[in-house]
């Protein structure tokens, strides 16, 4: 059973940082890309950065120069760097793993950048 388990989550003020981390258990994890996704209250969920399996990156504007993603073939796990956090970042934070015919989900962890 595929699982993606999200930690890293919690209360930072803004300018702050954290970094969330995203363990999947699953089979080859070397060829899926993954992707940090986020959805803050009453909004939809959005795209935040992704990572193909040759390492390049992809950010959307609103995180880009503050947030780095990155992975760890060898321990199944992909990370997001967040820094210079703002109000506008609070969401809960989704990892996403994708593949041919695969697509699998996290449950979330909350960030919140308040003062």
């Known amino acids: 059973q595929v699982q993606l388990v999200e930690s890293g989550g919690g209360l930072v003020q803004p300018g702050g940082s954290l970094r969330l981390s995203c363990a999947a258990s699953?089979?080859?994890?070397?060829?899926?890309?993954m992707g940090w996704y986020r959805r803050a209250p009453g909004q939809q969920r959005e795209y935040v950065a992704s990572?193909?399996?040759?390492?390049?990156?992809n950010y959307a504007d609103s995180v880009k120069g503050r947030f780095t993603i990155s992975r760890d073939n060898t321990k199944d796990t992909v990370y997001l760097q967040m820094n210079s956090l703002k109000p506008e970042d609070t969401a809960v934070y989704y990892c996403?793993?994708?593949?041919?015919?695969?697509?699998?989900w996290g449950q979330g962890t909350q960030v919140t950048v308040s003062s």
């Open positions: 996403r793993a994708t593949a041919t015919r695969r697509d699998y």
């Open positions: 990572i193909i399996p040759g390492g390049t990156m």
């Open positions: 699953v089979s080859a994890f070397s060829i899926y890309v």
